[in-house]
């Protein structure tokens, strides 16, 4: 960890299962990484959040994917997301607006994905199994953590929306987006101003590719099998 208990990108993800995961779906490791060049600053393990996905939805070329493909990408962030938060929660070492916001948030994403997996049916990916290895337990690391989960949520969903093909998938798309988006600005209230993000830093958010999410969560470890 470092001196402000926010998780950087080397230190997320220690056992490489995504680059496995990004080498089965075409991606090598040097091509992902060129694509991958998000802006500095802590960002949070998703863990080899991806792994479950098809290689189409992982596939080097932003070639079209299909709206099944990019439901199971929500929905294995959305999995991630919601043991985080659910963790944070049973685990009891929260208190005051850290603990309102994990269990307002917790309850946001486990309906984010009974609601994804019920669109993709039998065709959606299984849970994967998390280790979120203590940071849900200690406040200053939790908000932080998830700060940065949000914000990448945020722009991953606004990556993807463009190539929704069916009208009804995108709007429901779209309705969780915003409710990440709340999210995000939630955190960075709670964290405070300073020297500390501002809940909109900028009037644009940046919309991340499949292959930039994937630079995100690399070398997290935080998904176990």
């Known amino acids: 960890m470092t001196n402000?208990?926010?998780?950087?990108?080397?230190?997320?993800?220690?056992?490489?299962?995504?680059?496995?995961?990004?080498?089965?779906?075409?991606?090598?490791?040097g091509g992902a990484l060129r694509r991958a060049m998000l802006g500095g600053g802590a960002l949070i393990g998703g863990a080899s959040l991806l792994s479950g996905m098809s290689g189409t939805a992982l596939a080097a070329t932003e070639k079209a994917t299909s709206d099944v493909d990019i439901l199971?990408?929500?929905?294995t962030l959305e999995?991630?997301?919601?043991?985080?938060?659910?963790?944070?929660?049973?685990?009891?070492k929260l208190s005051g607006e850290?603990?309102?916001?994990?269990?307002?948030v917790a309850k946001d994403e486990a309906a984010h994905?009974?609601?994804?997996?019920?669109?993709?049916?039998?065709?959606?990916?299984?849970?994967?199994?998390?280790?979120f290895k203590g940071t849900t337990m200690k406040s200053a690391t939790f908000l932080k953590t998830a700060m940065v989960l949000e914000d990448t949520g945020v722009s991953a969903y606004a990556g993807a929306a463009p190539m929704i093909?069916?009208?009804?998938?995108?709007?429901?798309?779209?309705?969780?987006?915003s409710v990440e988006a709340r999210h995000a600005a939630w955190v960075r209230d709670i964290l405070g101003h300073g020297s500390n993000p501002l809940p909109a830093?900028?009037?644009?958010?940046?919309?991340?590719?499949?292959?930039q999410v994937l630079k995100a969560v690399t070398g997290t470890g935080f998904i176990v099998s």
């Open 79 to 92: 999995y991630l997301e919601a043991a985080f938060y659910a963790e944070a929660v049973s685990g009891g």
């Open 201 to 211: 830093p900028a009037p644009f958010d940046p919309a991340l590719t499949k292959a």
């Open 165 to 177: 093909a069916n009208k009804k998938t995108l709007a429901a798309a779209l309705s969780v987006h």
């Open 98 to 104: 850290a603990m309102k916001f994990a269990m307002v």
């Open 72 to 75: 199971n990408f929500a929905l």
């Open 113 to 131: 994905v009974a609601f994804l997996k019920g669109a993709l049916g039998s065709k959606a990916v299984a849970k994967p199994k998390f280790d």
């Open 4 to 29: 402000n208990d926010a998780l950087t990108l080397g230190e997320i993800d220690s056992d490489g299962a995504l680059q496995e995961t990004a080498a089965r779906a075409g991606v090598t490791r």
